[in-house]
Each structure stands twice: as structure tokens, then as C-alpha cells.
């Protein structure tokens, strides 16, 4: 999924909202919401977080939007504002990385059966918490790159770091996550 | 193609995107490379295991939620742009309204506050003792503006009623904090010029300066409960959180935390509520911050500043 609509229209949004129209910042949110949803979620694990997140995106694109210089793409905006939202939060809370099974929506499986449906949310859990094992510059970089689609230079603009940083990162991230599921289905094989 | 060269194509996740020669390159090494082929291999199989975790759903409700906080962030912004903290508060569009009453406010000590000079007649100075018995039968207040503290700590409310008049008073001086009280809750004035009002109750009256009159937080706490102007009432509720709790700014906050449309408001409520609960804990506030801590509907950032004042408070 393409989250990197023309850039020239979402100048054009910021600079609506920032005039005060309120139509402005609902197409924002429109164009937007789901995917820094996501974002923040995959960060979090936590649906209320990752909601409040968003929301303080959105509301400070409203108080900052005159600060907006449109140096950066305004997706890359956005993100690097969650970002640092989600690293707040993740300060702020230290809670234990475990996930909460409410924050893996079960999607609906009409038709499967229910061992069939437990193991699919077994792997599912699995997948979400091998990536809260990662560290937390690992995981932003990860998430942006493979639930995003971002290319690696803007991945370095959300973050202010290197595109040699943001490869080493991801890299890392890879062959943790590699040899955690390698892992994980050893032993789900050896519990059969 | 070198083993180096193929393992960073693979983890930019592009090899699928790249053009048809390379693709070959890479699958030509794989071919006889069984270190990169496993790589690969685990590669293609991490990338798609991290496919299996379901992306969270917006859900109309926290579209709408989201809507109706955006909604009132646009209208706060533009009671920011109205009223600037000092710098333009003589524009020329308030000096034109001369049908409109126009409140004008100014801080800075070094600026000289005038009236709009048009029409302006001889101007008289007083103490604030000899403030008209009956300020509500006055007449209409035009072109309120204030005067920052001088040497003796008197600020000063200057206004036209028949001619230009100018009261002088230090802010515990009671006519001056009559008049203040006043100035908050008369009706028809514009959010603007009741923003000015409660700024200047900020800057005059609270913990460090002088204790806010019956009067003033009964101004303050009226305006939290009924202003249309979610921006005016959080000015209110800012204002009332400067001052020492008392029964009454309590049952404000908590009344303004069960109703107030605005999280801001409301955010501001247990702002206030918890830093007040850390000294003296009131089971009304622990039990209030209890529920919004736990309210699915609230919020999010009410709902974690209620908890996170719950954690702050010994019970
Ligand atoms: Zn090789």
C-alpha cells in the first residue's frame, strides 16, 4: 500500500488548515489516519495508545501547520510527529512488552475451523510479538520500511537519521525477527 | 553479483521491484550460492510472516471522535489568531468597531495603552473606591482597556461609559476586584474580549499574586459552566487552576469534568483536580479521575492524564 500521494495536494491541505478550513483537516485525517493508525499501533501495541497518537497528530498539524516550511513531504511529517509522539508514550509507560490479545484484531474466518482459527492467531501473536522484541529504533525503521512501503531516504528524514543508519537498523531488525520465528516454529512443530 | 551486493538488494525489499537483468543476477548467485539462497529464502519468509499481522481498523467511532476534538482544535486556533498575546490588540479593525464594545487588552508594561482616539472626549482618572455603586446599571462599558501594574502595584481599567473614565486600584483593592469580577461575566461581549478579561485575572490574581475575590471565581467558574466558547472556557478553567483550590473551584472542575464538551477543558479539570488531590486526596476526585480513567468514550489523552494523576495520588 502507497501511503505518498501527490505531495503538491497535501501542501495544499496543510495550507487550508492552516487558514482555518475545516474541511482541510478532515480530508487530512481522511487521507492519513488509518495508515499513522497503524503506524503507532505497530509501535505500541496498544489500541487506545495508537488512537491517542493519532489524535495528537492531527491536532498539532493544526497548531504547527504555520510551521510546516514544506521542506519534507507532509507523509514524512506526520510520521516523524507520531514517531516521536509513540516514543513519548513509550517513555511515559514503560509497561511490559507483552501484548494484549484485544490489541490483535481477529479477523473474520467465516469457514475455518477453530484449530485452524487458533492457529492463525497464534502466528499472528507471534508475529506481533516478535516485533515488540525489537528495540525501539529497530522497530520504527522496520515498520515504516515493510507496513509502509517508505523508501529507505525518507525513512531517514522521519527519523533524522542516515539511509546508512536506517539499512543497519532495519538489517538488525531482520535477523532478529529471522531467528525469532525460526525459532518460534521449532518448538510449535516440537509441541506437535 | 557478489554475496554483499545481493544481501543488500534483498534487504532494501526491492528485488521483486528490480528490473528483469538483475533479478536473473540474483537468482543466477542464489543458483550456486547456498549461503545466499538460505538467506534469501529466510528473508522472503520473514518479510511474509511480518504480513500476517492484521493492520489495526479505523473504526467510525474514533473517526468521529477524532472529527468532533478536530473540529474544536480549528475553532481554538482561530481564537489564537484573534487574540494575539499583545502584540496586535490596536488593530485598526477593533478601533473601527465603534458600535461593537471593544475590550482591549495589553500587559506589557512598557506599552502605552490608549483607546482608539476617535471621538474620545476628556478623560478622567479615579481611585478605584469611586466605582459607580451600580456597575451593572453603568451603561454599556466601551473600549475596556487595562493598564499594567505601576509603581504602587495599581493596574488600571479604563473605559467609556459618557465620557473616557480610568479606575485605579491594586488588584486586592476589593472595588478593583469588583469591577474585574465584573468585567468577566458581563454578557454580550465577544469571546475575544472576555479572553482579555480572564487574562487579566491571570496575570493579577492567583497563588504568588494577589487571592482571587468571591466575586472574580464566581465570574471564573460561571464562565467554565455556560461560555458557548469552549476556547473562553478553558481560559476559565487555566485561570481557576492558578488559584488555591477551594470546595467551590472544586465542584467547578468536577461538574466541568463530567459535561464539558471539550477535552481540553476537560483535560485541564483533571489537570487542576489531581495537582489539588496530591495534597489533600477528596474521594469525589479520586472517584471522578476513576471513571474517566477507565471511560472507553473519553478521550485518549483525558483518559491517560486521569490515570496518570491516579498514580500520582497517595490514597
Ligand atoms: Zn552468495
Known sequence: MKEKPAGADDRALIERIRLGDQDGAGELFERYAPALLRFADRLLSDRMLAEEVTQEVFVKVITRAH??????????????????????????????????LEAVP???????????????????????EALNALSEEQREALVLARYHGLPYSEIAGVLGISVGAVKTRIFRAVETLKARFHEGETSWNAAN | MECRELTALALDGKLADSPGPIREKVAAHAERCSACRAQL????????????????????????????????????A?????????????????????????????????????????????????????????????????????RPADPQGR?????????????LGRPDDPQMARLVAFLVSR???TAGEKSRAIDLVSAHYGLKESPASPDIVLALT?????????????????????????????????????TDRHPGVRLVAVEALAAAAKDS??????????????????????RAKAASALKGIEF
Open chain 1, 106 to 128: 481477529e479477523p473474520t474466518s467465516r469457514g475455518e475451523g477453530i484449530e485452524a482459527r487458533l492457529l492463525s492467531h497464534e502466528r499472528r501473536a507471534a508475529v506481533r
Open chain 2, 41 to 76: 529464502l529466510a528473508l522472503e519468509d520473514t518479510w511474509g510472516r511480518l504480513g500476517e499481522d492484521p493492520d489495526l481498523p479505523l473504526t467510525p467511532e474514533f473517526r468521529r471522535r477524532t472529527m468532533a476534538l478536530l473540529e474544536d482544535e480549528m475553532l481554538r
Open chain 2, 281 to 302: 486526596p477528596d474521594q469525589k476526585t479520586i472517584e471522578s479521575l476513576r471513571e474517566k480513567a477507565f471511560d472507553p468514550a473519553e478521550n485518549g489523552f483525558v
Open chain 2, 187 to 189: 454578557g454580550a461581549q
Open chain 2, 78 to 146: 482561530r481564537i489564537r489568531e484573534f487574540v494575539p498575546p499583545s502584540r496586535r490588540w490596536m488593530r485598526p479593525l477593533l478601533e473601527a468597531a465603534a458600535v461593537v464594545v471593544a475590550l482591549v487588552a495589553g500587559f506589557a508594561a512598557a506599552r502605552q495603552i490608549g483607546p482608539p482616539a476617535s471621538g474620545r472626549t476628556a478623560s478622567k482618572t479615579a481611585s478605584a473606591a469611586s466605582l459607580p455603586e451600580n456597575l451593572e446599571k453603568a451603561g454599556a462599558l466601551a473600549n475596556v482597556s487595562y
Open chain 2, 222 to 258: 460561571n464562565t467554565l459552566k455556560k461560555d458557548q466558547n469552549p476556547g473562553v472556557r478553558k481560559k476559565a478553567a487555566d485561570a481557576l487552576a492558578g488559584f488555591r483550590m477551594t470546595p467551590e473551584i472544586r465542584a467547578a472542575f468536577l461538574d466541568a469534568l463530567r
Open chain 2, 155 to 167: 493596574i488600571g481599567v479604563t473605559f467609556d461609559v459618557t465620557s473616557r473614565e480610568t479606575f
Open chain 1, 67 to 100: 510551521q510546516y516550511d514544506g521542506r519534507a513531504e507532509v507523509s514524512s511529517w506526520l510520521f516523524a510527529i507520531a514517531a516521536n509522539a509513540c516514543r513519548d508514550r513509550r517513555r511515559r509507560d514503560r509497561r511490559a512488552n507483552v501484548v494484549p
